[in-house]
């Protein structure tokens, strides 16, 4: 079963504009991850973000994470026709080591 | 190239065959995961080792999937009497380290299962 709930399921751009993806989980977690995955292909490890971290940069990508309300976003800043792709939220839970995802969400970046 | 393979990439099969899907992760990773996804859905665990020891099976793996991993390094998932609703992108993934300490999943490009 899925943990997570993605929003939006999907999301339509232009180029050059910021990107804003939201996750929302059920349990308690060690970390949280997201990926992405193109069409008809295997997933790609984008950024990891601790419990105990707030919020974390790597290049055009700022995840933040608020365990109170169980969320993580995902932005993805001036983004590029190459960023199109489905991005999906994984989380790992405390006491085992497997992740799991949510649906996802499609981002469509125009150019 | 280093990164975990899968083979087939694509196997249509007709109800009741019997299927089997191999990964090969990358050498030095000790945890392998397989995982099933649909169409517009997230992946969805199936199972995972850590070396040669099944540790997890989803209840989502019904009597008809088995998945072995003989000696610690490439790993089987044979699907019996396939029916159609197997049809799904099935995925292998390694990590090392372990992922309660921080590590990350490295995926396959997967193999389609399409039943007829």
């Known amino acids: 079963s899925q943990q997570g709930e993605e929003d939006p399921q999907a999301l339509s751009i232009q180029e050059g504009e910021n990107a804003t993806m939201n996750c929302s989980y059920k349990t308690s977690i060690n970390n949280l991850q997201w990926y992405r995955q193109n069409s008809g292909r295997g997933l790609v490890h984008l950024i990891l973000?601790?419990?105990?971290?707030r919020e974390k940069h790597s290049g055009r990508l700022r995840v933040t994470l608020d365990t109170s309300k169980k969320s993580s976003s995902l932005l993805i800043t001036a983004s590029r026709a190459a960023d199109t792709a489905s991005y999906f939220c994984?989380?790992?839970?405390?006491?085992?080591?497997?992740?799991?995802f949510g649906q996802g969400t499609i981002l469509t970046v125009h150019p | 190239d280093t990164g975990v393979s899968q083979d087939p990439r694509h196997k249509i099969t007709k109800r009741g065959q019997n299927v089997t899907f191999r990964c090969d992760p990358i050498s030095e990773h000790n945890r392998l995961y397989w995982y099933r996804q649909t169409l517009g859905q997230g992946p969805e665990f199936l199972t995972y080792f850590q070396n040669e020891a099944q540790l997890e099976k989803s209840r989502l793996l019904s009597d008809r999937f088995s998945a072995e991993r003989p000696k610690g390094s490439f790993s089987t998932l044979e699907i019996q009497r396939t029916e159609q609703g197997d049809s799904a992108m099935y995925l292998c993934?390694?990590?090392?380290?372990?992922?309660?300490?921080?590590?990350?999943?490295?995926f396959g490009e997967g193999s389609r299962l399409t039943v007829l």
């Open positions: 994984a989380t790992c839970g405390t006491s085992y080591g497997k992740l799991t």
């Open positions: 993934a390694s990590s090392f380290p372990p992922l309660l300490e921080g590590g990350e999943l490295f």
């Open positions: 973000i601790r419990s105990n971290e």
